[in-house]
């Protein structure tokens, strides 16, 4: 039996597993539907790397991939001329690759991982207006003018009109007892995928959190990927005197939670259909990255037998903005290696409000450009995804207050009683204003639309592969639309989300 009838073979078992495991073919409504999926994943079995005048089955396999996403125009022909070499450089260039028209390592990596994105053109012909072509391709009409830098808003027969797309996750948290309970029915529409943060990893390695089946529902009916979040980070602020071990470094150095750990996920699989697990952790310590490393490939390999993909989130890293030399290369290549073992990387661009020091933004816009142009080199852009903050934070004056984090509506209702004036600090895109209430003085940080909007620019001039909202429940209303204005999100759609 050859390699490719193993891998078909292969191929079908996992459907047949998926079967038994949820006792229905919602997934699959009829055999050929297993077999067209076994027959398009060996089409993408590639094993040399191709290049201009070469000919052969995989070059096929390539041409009709590219076709499908909207970079190949040409006849699906097996032989590798111009038109796919200018194919191949144009998705090179969209996915921020090494560009060269050959297809490597590098581009079908990204083309077996699933989180390539599709090219939309729209050629202009006879009688076409922009509004008509908006609303076929249901994206307002100031994202086409915005992302061609059209000067009026007529267009010409045979103009070339480019649609940026890119991927927005949305995290929340579990409800608050005695809080206002967010209702998610109105932000999943403009979601490519929800990330609850229902579960965390104690010091003992066991899994704890409960999902909410209404929400994981909601994102089943409106076809919103599902990523549910298990944090192994410290929850909060330090109590002092109180010494509470980070659990990622009891998880790492003690071999009980670490197995416990490993199980427990390798379990959660077993009973969730998700797209895929988002692993949480704060800062890694030099000393632990090669063991998280280690620990991140054991989990992405028991989730590879359920089908799901691994992410992590990690914060951006310092060394990468405030170091020089020696010091930044190392933590961009710890970076790099834990990226290395994931599908997806989630970089928190944000502080949570007990890490601060002193007043400042939640979020520096050069902090994020240095950061993305000193990774730039090192990280795949294209499964990379930076995490925004929508809330904000009070600063007090009064001795022995930590900062207090703030929803939108919070913040308005301040605004409203004390009607501040709101300024932005010296090169930076937050908002900040001080007001002062029983003697106290404060001085709040937040972001809104405009800001978050200008961080979304941000991702698209790195090629990243989107943003996340770092909390719905905190978000300016007016988010959405500023986002609908400069991107179309990806929807890959929800699946066969839930539980079994």
């Known amino acids: 039996m050859g390699d490719n009838d193993e891998n078909v073979t292969n191929l079908l078992a996992q459907a047949y597993n998926k079967f038994a495991r949820y006792g229905n073919l919602s997934s699959f409504t009829c055999m050929e539907d297993v077999l067209a999926m076994a027959s398009s994943q060996r089409e993408i079995l590639w094993k040399r790397t191709l290049r201009p005048d070469m000919k052969g089955q995989d070059v096929a396999a390539l041409q009709r991939r590219l076709a499908e996403l909207r970079y190949y ?115 999943l529409p403009f979601l490519t995928a929800i990330a609850p943060r229902w579960f965390f990893v104690d010091e003992h390695g066991d899994i704890q959190g409960a999902p909410d089946r209404r929400l994981a529902a909601l994102a089943q009916m409106t076809g919103v990927e599902l990523w549910p979040v298990v944090s192994i980070a410290r929850p909060g602020p330090r109590e002092e005197g109180v010494e509470i071990r980070d659990p990622l470094d009891n998880v790492l150095s003690d071999s009980l939670a670490y197995s416990k750990a490993i199980k427990g996920l390798s379990a959660l699989a077993t009973r969730m259909r998700t797209k895929g697990f988002i692993i949480s952790a704060g800062t890694i310590h030099e000393k632990d990255v090669y063991a998280f490393q280690s620990f991140l490939r054991k989990i992405r390999n028991a989730l590879k037998q359920e089908g799901l993909m691994l992410a992590v989130e990690v914060p951006l890293p310092e060394d990468a903005v405030s170091c020089q030399g020696q010091d930044r290369r190392k933590g961009i290549q710890d970076l790099e290696g834990i990226a290395s073992v994931v599908h997806l990387v989630f970089l928190k661009a944000y502080k949570d409000p007990w890490e601060f020091t002193s007043p400042e933004p939640i979020v520096s816009i050069n902090r994020c450009r240095t950061a993305l142009k000193s990774l730039a080199r090192a990280l795949d852009f294209w499964k990379t995804i930076v995490v925004m903050p929508a809330f904000g934070v009070d600063f007090s004056s009064g001795l022995g207050t930590t900062p207090l984090r703030k929803r939108h509506r919070e913040i308005m209702e301040i605004m409203e009683l004390f009607k501040p004036t709101v300024s932005q600090p010296d090169g930076e895109k937050s908002k900040v204003f001080r007001y002062r209430s029983f003697r106290v003085s404060h001085t709040v940080y937040f972001e809104d639309a405009e800001s978050i909007g200008t961080y979304a620019d941000l991702a698209q001039r790195y090629g990243v592969a989107g943003i996340a909202i770092a909390d719905l429940e905190d978000v300016d209303p007016w988010v959405w639309s500023t986002l609908k204005a400069r991107f179309k999100v990806v929807k890959d759609g929800g699946g066969d989300r839930g539980f079994k």
């Open 73 to 187: 125009t040409g006849a699906c022909d097996g032989v590798y001329g111009l038109l796919t070499k200018g194919a191949v450089f144009d998705f090179q260039k969209a996915h921020r690759l090494r560009v060269d028209g050959i297809a490597g390592k590098e581009v079908f990596s990204l083309l077996k991982s699933g989180l390539e994105r599709e090219k939309i053109e729209h050629i202009v012909t006879k009688g076409e207006t922009l509004a008509g072509i908006a609303g076929k391709h249901k994206v307002p009409q100031e994202l086409l003018v915005t992302a061609n830098s059209l000067r009026t808003e007529k267009v010409e027969e045979g103009d070339s009109l480019m649609i940026p797309v890119l991927r927005l996750f949305g995290f929340c948290s579990p409800p608050v007892p005695g809080e206002p309970v967010c209702s998610h029915e109105y932000v």
